[in-house]
């Protein structure tokens, strides 16, 4: 069974501070993608890895897949109230027809004005 | 482009009885899976569908199930329903035959009383 543990579970925070939050594994997996998900609503994608060592920047996000792909991190900068969410981590793995996501549970962030 | 739809976003049932929930993937997306996200379990994967034949199964009881019909629409059905079912149920789709982004739509809030 593919596990993705994320860390911190839960994050309080200033707006203004800057914050990290990881995904890691022991499974090795073909991309990893990074969703946000608000009160009552699915998550969005943020964005996608897919080589090892890969950096994707996204305004004051940052998102980078470890070098043997089994982990992920996305740091944000400065953060702002509208970064508050639950930043979800999701582990792909491919194999002809047979493919799923495997999620973790989540990071909860609030960013306080 | 519209999103992904579910329906109804909110329903109410007793515990024994039975729901379906529909799921209107983006225009053009073939692939449909479906979630179950509870706060202590996360998101876990229900089963994914492809044309119509469904192509992968996470470790649920077969009180869950699903199909997909020729225009890509899916349903999931639940039976038996016991208190622990009470979750948001999320659907996804994809474009690709192995794209692993998905799109989710905004959930269907389940609550067996």
């Known amino acids: 069974t593919q596990l993705l543990e994320q860390s911190p579970q839960f994050l309080s925070i200033q707006e203004g501070e800057n914050l990290t939050v990881y995904c890691n594994s022991s499974?090795?997996?073909?991309?990893l993608q990074w969703y946000r998900q608000e009160p009552g609503e699915g998550p969005v994608l943020l964005v996608t890895?897919?080589?090892?060592?890969e950096v994707k920047k996204l305004k004051r996000l940052t998102f980078q897949f470890g070098d043997a792909r089994k982990d992920s991190s996305l740091h944000i900068t400065a953060a702002q109230p509208g970064d508050t969410g639950l930043y979800l981590c999701a582990g792909a793995t491919s194999g002809g027809s047979n493919y799923k996501l495997t999620f973790g549970k989540g990071t909860l962030l609030t960013v306080n004005p | 482009k519209a999103g992904v739809t579910q329906t109804p976003r909110y329903l109410i049932k007793t515990r024994g009885q039975q729901v379906t929930l529909s799921c209107s993937p983006i225009?053009?997306?073939?692939?449909v899976s479906w979630y179950q996200q509870t706060p202590g379990q996360g998101l876990q994967f229900l089963f994914e569908?492809?044309?119509?034949?469904?192509?992968n199964k996470g470790n649920f009881p077969g009180r869950f199930s699903g199909r997909q019909f020729s225009n890509s629409r899916s349903e999931m059905n639940v039976s038996t329903l016991e208190l622990g079912d009470s979750a948001l149920y999320l659907c996804?789709?994809?474009?690709?035959?192995?794209?692993?982004?998905?799109?989710f739509g905004q959930g269907t809030r389940l609550t067996v009383v």
């Open positions: 996804a789709s994809s474009f690709k035959n192995r794209n692993t982004e998905a799109f």
């Open positions: 225009s053009g997306h073939r692939s």
């Open positions: 890895v897919v080589t090892g060592g």
């Open positions: 499974s090795v997996f073909s991309s």
């Open positions: 569908y492809f044309s119509e034949t469904q192509r």
